[in-house]
């Protein structure tokens, strides 16, 4: 008997959610998380965490909560909701299983060892250091500023005084000639 009466207030509830109550609707939907979490748990097949299932539901019954018929039982209504959000979730879930290819090692961006070269190594700290030394002023400063620093544009545009683009152009130029000397 007792899960009649919870049954009658659900559909209470949702009637009086439909009319707009949001004190109803709350109360409707904390009295049925706890059950589709349940449910959740003893449904659900694979990895996702079946909260995102609760979670999909939820959802699905906020946008469709206008075709919920008050004079038919709520939880069935429910229940088919929470059918449907289970299957398509899973397979969604099966999909991206099918096509997703799990590796150990990652394949490199660039084949070729000229745009790799950063990975060698750290390389020498002080040939850098000597290198930016070696740049004129203002790529020097925009080196500084922009990549060693990691200030903003706009940031180092008004602690230099110079322009964006003026910035933009000297700190091109500047790793230009570090790569050319780094390389050589």
Aim: charged share 30%.
């Amino acid at each position: 008997m007792e899960a009649a009466k919870e049954g009658r207030d659900l559909e209470a509830l949702m009637a009086l959610a439909q009319k707009g109550d949001s004190a109803a609707y709350a109360r409707l939907l904390k009295a049925v998380v706890p059950e589709l979490r349940r449910y959740a748990r003893a449904k659900w097949i694979g990895t996702i965490d079946p909260e995102d299932l609760v979670q999909d539901v939820l959802l699905s019954l906020h946008s469709v909560r206008h075709t919920y018929d008050p004079s038919r039982p709520f939880m069935p209504w429910l229940g088919a909701i929470f059918r449907r959000r289970l299957v398509d979730l899973q397979r969604r879930h099966i999909r991206k299983d099918r096509n997703e290819v799990v590796t150990d090692t990652l394949p490199e961006t660039f084949s070729e060892d000229e745009t790799n070269w950063l990975e060698k190594g750290a390389g020498d700290p002080e040939l850098l250091r000597r290198a930016i030394a070696s740049l004129p002023a203002g790529q020097r400063r925009a080196v500084e500023l922009l990549k060693l620093q990691e200030l903003s544009l706009k940031e180092a545009s008004e602690k230099t005084g110079m322009s964006i683009s003026a910035l933009k152009v000297a700190v091109h130029r500047g790793m230009n000639a570090l790569k050319q000397t780094l390389r050589a």
